[in-house]
């Protein structure tokens, strides 16, 4: 009797002891929603070559940064550097990898068609979504373009702000929206649904700067460093010039 407990006890520290390893084996990154889709060909590309599990989140910065603070599980979250840098406050990041810089344009919808920026204060354009100029780093810029052309007054009355970028998207492909500021990852991520986009001149916005953060805690950590210089790797690059980072 005493050998059978004995035995089960064995058993389950051999299955508690794997299911720990397994869990280490985890990698969770999260991300602005902007980047969904050179995020997941990243990490897919990464799981392809390592063997590595990895799971991704997707939303509002800010939302992600709660997420990762409440978590605890979260190692790396990738977006704008200032916006980043101002989480501190709530979540710490212990260093940053350079992904790429963010391009802001303006999409229109199927159906119209829009040769400049000075398009959008005519009756080309009677409705402007963007992400909330609060919240995302592409409604930020938004915003400065607008006050930078003097455009703010002009367009207020057909103005709509919404949480992310791809939710401005989807109103561009809906036809709900005529135009929208959005970055160049999504448009070239929906080219062939929308009718266009012209890219914004930087001069109208403050740079975008794109890293990796590294939660505080992670960086020691074998999953956590594998990403990290994968994210430095010729396929990483290759992945984020292809999706207009």
């Given at each position: 009797?005493?050998?059978?407990?004995?035995?089960?006890?064995?058993?389950?520290?051999?299955?508690?002891?794997?299911?720990?390893?397994?869990?280490?084996?985890k990698?969770?990154?999260?991300?602005?929603?902007?980047?969904?889709?050179?995020?997941?060909?990243?990490?897919n590309?990464?799981?392809?070559?390592?063997?590595?599990?990895?799971?991704?989140?997707?939303?509002?910065?800010?939302m992600?940064?709660?997420?990762?603070?409440e978590?605890?599980?979260?190692?790396?979250?990738?977006?704008?550097?200032?916006?980043?840098?101002?989480?501190?406050?709530?979540?710490?990041?212990?260093?940053?990898?350079?992904?790429?810089?963010?391009?802001?344009?303006?999409?229109?919808?199927?159906?119209i068609?829009?040769?400049?920026?000075?398009?959008?204060?005519?009756?080309?354009?009677?409705?402007?979504?963007m992400?909330?100029?609060?919240?995302?780093?592409?409604?930020?810029?938004?915003?400065?373009?607008?006050?930078?052309?003097?455009?703010?007054?002009?367009?207020?009355?057909?103005?709509?702000q919404?949480?992310?970028?791809?939710?401005?998207?989807?109103?561009?492909?809906?036809?709900?929206?005529?135009?929208?500021?959005?970055?160049?990852t999504?448009?070239?991520?929906?080219?062939?649904?929308?009718?266009?986009?012209?890219?914004?001149?930087?001069?109208?916005?403050?740079?975008?700067?794109?890293?990796a953060g590294?939660?505080?805690?992670?960086?020691?950590?074998?999953?956590?460093?594998?990403?990290?210089?994968?994210?430095?790797?010729?396929?990483?690059?290759?992945i984020?010039?292809?999706?207009?980072?």
């Open positions: 009797m005493k050998k059978m407990v004995k035995n089960k006890i064995i058993a389950l520290l051999i299955i508690t002891a794997c299911a720990v390893q397994l869990s280490a084996q990698l969770v990154i999260a991300s602005g929603a902007g980047y969904k889709k050179p995020v997941t060909e990243i990490i590309a990464f799981k392809g070559e390592t063997g590595m599990q990895v799971d991704a989140i997707f939303g509002n910065l800010q992600v940064a709660t997420q990762a603070k978590s605890g599980e979260v190692a790396c979250v990738i977006g704008d550097k200032k916006f980043l840098e101002k989480l501190k406050s709530s979540i710490n990041f212990t260093d940053y990898t350079p992904l790429g810089k963010g391009i802001l344009v303006l999409a229109y919808r199927k159906g068609s829009i040769n400049k920026l000075e398009d959008i204060i005519t009756d080309k354009v009677k409705s402007l979504f992400p909330q100029d609060g919240k995302a780093i592409y409604g930020i810029a938004g915003k400065e373009t607008l006050e930078n052309l003097r455009y703010m007054d002009k367009v207020s009355g057909k103005l709509t919404v949480a992310t970028v791809p939710q401005v998207g989807t109103y561009l492909l809906t036809g709900e929206a005529d135009a929208g500021f959005i970055n160049l999504e448009a070239l991520a929906d080219k062939e649904r929308l009718g266009g986009y012209i890219i914004v001149p930087q001069k109208y916005y403050k740079p975008i700067e794109i890293v590294t939660v505080s805690g992670f960086g020691i950590n074998e999953q956590t460093i594998k990403f990290l210089d994968y994210l430095k790797s010729e396929k990483t690059k290759s984020v010039k292809a999706n207009g980072l």
